[in-house]
């Protein structure tokens, strides 16, 4: 399928580097050395998937994330120079979908960006399939794109995080899970999840879920202990 990429880097070395990279990989390459230009060329054409600096001049790319995510699914794949974890936690709590650090491995990184592409298309309104889902509450997961679904048949990217996330929960529903024990189910290659990790992806998955923070009925929060999923998943044929 054809894949349409914006790569956003204020580097003039690091940028050619990369779009030559992906053109090679038969993928559509958009260029941009700015959030404003990245701004313009999203409102012109359909973008599956943003590789985005963090640091360019003028606006920033956790703002241009947040700016993002608001108005869609794009995948977001974050690109920093830096090894800081708080600012990881602020990439993921503004709606990344993947974090790689300066210098990265370019096949990992086609590897990355494979995945996450897949899971946009398959995310997008016509292609529905119902061949792995699981029911709970008013909601299905279908796990073999990594989405859910509404009452209305309405989809929802989940970004690579909150499906691990959900499924752990899925998979001990009724048991109260630990930091320690989430953390342990979505170890990521290229960053180590903390406690304020999960907490972030558990008010992600609230807010997709519309389970009401102060109130919520799906995810509940056992003081001093962890998350306990009080739904019973069952499969959906």
């Excluded at 096949?107 to 061949?131: C, F, S, W």
């Amino acid at each position: 399928m054809d894949i349409s990429i914006l790569i956003v880097e204020d580097d003039n070395i690091t940028r050619h580097c990369l779009v030559d990279y992906f053109r090679q990989e038969q993928y559509t390459v958009y260029e941009a050395a700015s959030a404003e230009k990245a701004e313009s060329i999203m409102q012109d054409h359909n973008i599956d998937l943003i590789l985005l600096d963090i640091q360019l001049p003028g606006k920033d790319g956790l703002t241009l994330t947040r700016e993002i995510r608001t108005r869609g699914n794009t995948g977001i794949i974050l690109v920093t120079s830096r090894q800081d974890e708080i600012e990881r936690i602020i990439g993921l709590e503004c709606g990344a979908d993947e974090y790689v650090s300066k210098p990265f491995n370019l096949r990992e990184l086609l590897a990355r960006t494979k995945n996450l592409a897949a899971r946009v298309r398959a995310a997008a309104p016509g292609n529905e399939n119902r061949a792995n889902l699981r029911r709970f509450e008013n909601w299905k997961l279908d796990l073999d794109r990594r989405l859910l679904l509404s009452e209305k048949n309405e989809t929802t990217a989940l970004t690579h995080g909150e499906y691990q996330l959900l499924c752990a929960f899925i998979n001990n529903a009724g048991h109260t899970l630990s930091r320690d024990q989430l953390m342990d189910r979505i170890k990521n290659r290229e960053w180590t999840p903390n406690d304020r990790t999960i907490d972030v992806l558990v008010g992600r998955l609230r807010r997709k879920l519309h389970d009401a923070p102060a109130n919520p009925r799906i995810i509940l929060t056992v003081h001093g202990a962890g998350y306990v999923f009080t739904p019973k998943a069952v499969p959906c044929y």
